[in-house]
């Protein structure tokens, strides 16, 4: 069963000679529950796709479905409700309130939305990512495998449909990168949550169930 779907999406970025189509005509589909890496050099195209799948970006022809809902048409509040109960994002430099404490920013994106956090799901996240003895701490006390862990546990806490995840390791060095991206492929298998996340790392893309290449703006076999 494919959670989202994606249908001749296309976005073009400036006009006449200096225009860039960042994305040309894609089509592609993502099966839920598993893990997805989108590769592609720099500018082909492949966050200018994440951010449409995530509602973050309007495309200027084309269709995108997540989880039953066709975001073509919708309204910006509609897309921030659309945001705030479907996707998880992380991101490369992590986007941690730095005045919060690490259980606040867990917890951040239940507050914007005025929802209780589950305490047992809560309990089980932190335990999972290796994190329940840094709960009271800041972001800047952390290392920054640490504060990514923090911003995966923040995707998942509220159970959102689909986690999409911007060169999550980018600014980590290789073995932390390797043991956050182990950590975050448990964790979206324990979840069974389905994971998008775009690279320019084919060692780390291999770790996943299904790889997409995107080159000038179109999927490439």
């Keep these: ?31 839920k529950g598993k893990f997805t890496a989108i590769i592609g050099a720099s500018g082909s195209g492949k966050t ?7 509602g973050m970006d309007i495309p200027d022809e084309g269709e995108v479905i997540v989880d039953g809902v066709n975001l ?5 509040k509609e897309l921030s409700v659309f945001r705030r109960s ?3 994002f992380i991101y490369q430099n992590f986007n941690l309130v730095s005045t919060l404490t690490v259980k606040e920013n867990i917890l951040f994106p239940l507050s ?3 929802s209780t956090p589950d305490p047992v799901f809560f309990e089980e996240i932190v335990k999972l990512l290796h994190i329940e003895e840094r709960l009271n701490a800041f972001p800047a006390e952390l290392s ?12 998942l806490i509220a159970k959102p449909a689909i986690i999409l995840a911007d060169e999550p390791t980018g600014n980590l060095d290789s073995k932390s990168g390797q043991n956050v991206l182990g950590l975050l492929k448990l ?9 998008v996340m775009i690279t320019h790392n084919l060692e780390l893309a291999q770790m996943a169930d299904c790889v997409v290449r995107i ?6 076999a």
């Excluded at 200018?48 to 995530?54: A, E, F, H, Q, S």
């Excluded at 920054?144 to 995707?155: C, D, K, L, M």
């Excluded at 080159?215 to 490439?220: K, S």
């Design 187 to 195: 964790s979206v298998e324990t979840y069974r949550q389905t994971l």
């Design 144 to 155: 920054g495998g640490g504060q990514q862990r923090v911003a995966i546990a923040r995707a």
């Design 72 to 76: 073509r048409g919708l309204k910006e």
């Design 112 to 114: 914007l939305a005025g």
């Design 1 to 31: 069963m494919d959670i989202v779907t994606v249908h001749n999406l296309k976005k073009y970025f400036g006009r006449g000679e200096n225009q860039v189509k960042a994305l040309d005509g894609v089509d592609l589909a993502i099966e």
């Design 48 to 54: 200018t796709l994440l951010n449409m799948i995530g």
């Design 215 to 220: 080159e000038d703006g179109r999927v490439r």
């Design 86 to 88: 479907k996707v998880g």
